[in-house]
């Protein structure tokens, strides 16, 4: 059971990621819309992103979980490297990969105990969050936003924006994902409408007053991973065990939009089947 809710939580914090990083003209959303529409143009970005959980599991107590994630990003063709920091439950573990995307498939690399291993995997399979789905995503949401203020942010002069994403728009956004694996709600045991019946999903995002890209995000998914947690103890006959998540916070920051240097894949890898 805690390896399914380990499973369930990194599903939820990647798909989140994947859709991040895609009235009057003064309107504050449409400001929002226009910095979204500019990241779309960016060809390459670094960006960071942190997550923090903290649940009460009846009988267990609290459990703790984070994720630090540093990765370089060239959009077409796609070429990323990832490096990650993953503690859960008071045990440690890191890990890096290597992704790119050539002859219409994509290279995976993943390091494994100090070995690099590759694979491959097809577009498919990685199921790519499409650009137009993810602009949608705030269009949709875009009366939502609201200016909040100036304020300096790792560096940037940026204009502070609150709103919220209704799970309905996400659950329409995420739609072509729906057989990639880690992502297919129904072998996680989970309703088709569970983003749906999220509610709103509370974000602010920073945009730096001189470029018009947006550098920084902070996403509040507590009420998502109740939901989540709910659906699973009903779903497995365990809905005595009362799962409450009192903090679900992600924040990411991006920069070095098109000014990222190239990096190569890793060498002396060993082929995996994919």
């Known amino acids: 059971?805690?390896?399914?809710?380990?499973?369930?939580?990194?599903?939820?914090?990647?798909?989140?990621?994947l859709v991040a990083c895609g009235s009057k003209k003064s309107n504050d959303g449409e400001k929002v819309i226009a910095a979204m529409e500019k990241m779309s143009t960016a060809q390459s970005y670094n960006s960071t992103m942190k997550t923090e959980v903290q649940m009460q599991v009846s009988e267990i107590g609290k459990m703790e979980v984070s994720m630090d994630m540093d990765m370089s990003c060239f959009v077409e063709p796609m070429?990323?490297?990832?490096d990650m920091k993953i503690n859960m439950l008071g045990q440690g573990m890191d890990m890096s990969m290597y992704m790119q995307e050539k002859d219409g498939k994509y290279e995976v690399y993943v390091q494994n105990g100090g070995e690099w291993l590759?694979?491959?995997?097809?577009?498919?399979?990685?199921g790519q969050m499409d650009?137009?789905?993810?602009?949608?995503?705030?269009v949709d949401?875009?009366?939502s936003f609201s200016f909040a203020g100036t304020e300096e942010i790792n560096g940037y002069k940026a204009d502070r924006y609150d709103g919220s994403i209704e799970g309905e728009a996400i659950q329409k956004a995420m739609s072509n994902m729906a057989n990639t694996p880690g992502f297919n709600l129904k072998d996680m045991g989970l309703d088709e409408d569970v983003f749906k019946k999220m509610g709103k999903l509370p974000i602010s995002i920073w945009i730096d007053q001189e470029s018009g890209y947006p550098v920084y995000y902070s996403m509040d998914m507590s009420g998502f991973m109740n939901q989540i947690m709910k659906q699973?103890?009903?779903?497995?006959?365990?809905?005595?065990v009362e799962v409450k998540t009192d903090?679900?916070?992600i924040t990411m920051s991006f920069s070095d939009f098109n000014a990222v240097p190239d990096f190569e894949m890793p060498e002396g890898t060993n082929s995996t089947a994919a």
């Open 1 to 17: 059971m805690m390896k399914r809710w380990i499973a369930v939580v990194l599903s939820a914090i990647l798909a989140i990621s």
């Open 79 to 82: 070429k990323a490297k990832v």
């Open 118 to 126: 590759s694979t491959e995997m097809s577009m498919e399979e990685i």
């Open 131 to 138: 650009a137009k789905a993810s602009l949608q995503l705030y």
């Open 141 to 143: 949401s875009s009366k």
């Open 232 to 240: 699973l103890m009903d779903r497995t006959g365990t809905e005595d």
């Open 247 to 249: 903090k679900m916070e």
